[in-house]
């Protein structure tokens, strides 16, 4: 351990930390903007710098290591003065019209200059002025706002390897957009919202379904929502609450009081889902052909497929997404059971994702879902609508799609989709209804993660990766013809759909796996843990959809995939 004095505190930290996070450890906040624990740390906006005795510059905390005995003061006056130059030269550029910004009263420039009490700017000169891009259906962009700090292009080209946006122009007229003028739709981003995520002001943000919804809820029409399974371990925390507090009960009443006639549970079809992915697996893994098979839940990493791996594509389950499917079922079979047509019926999905935006507009799927809310839109609606969240009684969801098996629960978190697929496999392949499998090893926060299982005396290699970085190199194995596993799964937000783009900020690792431990024991908590026990699904498919994987089955629970040019 190493010892040193934080603004004479003593504290310790190990060889390799950074004066910032000790600092943290020990309570002292040193503002920060383009220091992100996922990225290599580069010193760029000079906001957390902190004096060290004997050393005549001031340093940048983030990217300091500790020495033993060295002397650190975060907030001298000599320090706080270079910290309001920063701040004032970057609200020299910025739009500074708060008031009508979506990261009003969550944005880390507004929250340090109020902390700096900085009530005035002392340098002037031109602004930059951008047209706002609103091009894309998922995220919306304002340089008006950008205070350069880079963390979203090293997020989109160092993390997720897609290259959508980086640094154009230079001096004064530098800024953050696709290269050769192309807008965001026109560009090769895949909506994940990671950059959304890793902005510390509103210069890229969710694109907004708010009012659509609203206005929907005013007509005469009939209002359904679906929730995914993350949801429920995320919303609490747009009103407060710790992360991880599940909410389940209290987020369906405050649909019915927002004025939704029925809410549906996406798990429900996240067990479909399973069932034909697993179907689909074991066909394959019996024929031997076209393996591994890779999971399609996540609408970002299919269209980072369909750009950078064509040729791959034959791999990836024809299964829909459980947003899709369900949506496929509201419109065909639960219209028909109440008697609606289905333009009568508005269907809102409340997604942790802002490229389910996006999928719902994929030309396949037209017809199907209306809007897409993330769990933070999720939660201003219910703020603008005066639900009282926090004081609400639970109620559960509407049947018939409204059950779920803890299976489905776990979908949210990255391993999640690999381990229900490989329960319902397991058995299938066996015959029995195998004792729980240990799926630790999927768990972890690990970027890929592996398992080898013997089922039915048979070898099954199973890998999971989340962030698309670690699935190009894994597409690369398999375009080599070296990949070595049978069956994949792809998520592309780091943690899974917790970490989703339209997720409560932050998303550090800290509180991703707190939102992982509330899916985790939703699931050990439930009854029925494998999906093909969903009594529901069972019924629904001797009902209505037919044979697993069977002719009516794939028309509406299946989907496919093309060959994109970046639109
Ligand atoms: Fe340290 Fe930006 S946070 S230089």
Known sequence: MISLKINNIDVKGKEGDMILDVAKRYGIDIPHFCKNDRLERIGACRICVVEAKGQQKLIASCCTPIREGMEINTHSRRVMEARRTNMELLLANHDLNCVTCKKNLSCKLQRYAEEMMIDEITFSGDKRLYEVDHSSISIRRDNNKCILCGQCTRICNDIQTVNAIGIQNRGFHNKIAPPFGMNMHESACVNCGQCVIACPTGALTEKSDIQGVIDALRSDKFLIAQTAPSIRATLGECFGMPPGTPVTGKMVTALREAGFDK??????????????????????????????????????????????????????????????????????????????????????????????????????????????????????????????????????????????????????????????????????????????????????????KEAELTIGGKQIKACVVHTLGEARRLLEQIRQGTCPYHFIEIMACYGGCIGGGGQPLPTDKERLIKRTKALIDEDEHKDIRKSHHNKSAIKLYKEYLGDFGGKKAHKLLHTEYYKRDYV
């Open 263 to 448: 809410v549906f549970d996406t798990d429900l079809a996240a067990d479909i889902c399973i069932i034909e992915e697993a179907t689909e697996f074991i066909k394959r893994f019996k024929e031997n052909k076209d393996l591994p098979l890779i999971t399609t839940c996540c609408p970002a990493w299919i269209k980072f497929g369909e750009q950078f791996f064509f040729e791959e594509l034959h791999h990836m389950s024809s299964c829909r997404s459980p947003q899709a499917i369900m949506a496929s079922l509201i419109k065909t079979y639960y219209a028909e059971k109440i008697g609606k047509k289905p333009e009568d019926i508005v269907l809102v999905d409340i997604m942790p994702c802002t490229a389910k935006k996006f999928e719902i507009k994929r030309p396949e799927f037209t017809g199907e879902a209306d809007f897409v809310l993330t769990t933070v839109e999720l939660g201003k609606l219910f703020k603008l609508l005066n639900v009282d969240f926090i004081n609400l009684e639970e109620s559960d969801f509407d049947n018939p799609l409204g059950e779920s098996t803890g299976a489905a629960a776990i979908f949210g978190h990255t391993g999640g989709v690999m381990e229900a697929a490989l329960r319902t496999a397991a058995d299938w392949l066996t015959g029995e209804d195998l004792k729980e499998i240990d799926y630790k090893k999927i768990r972890s926060m690990d970027t890929l």
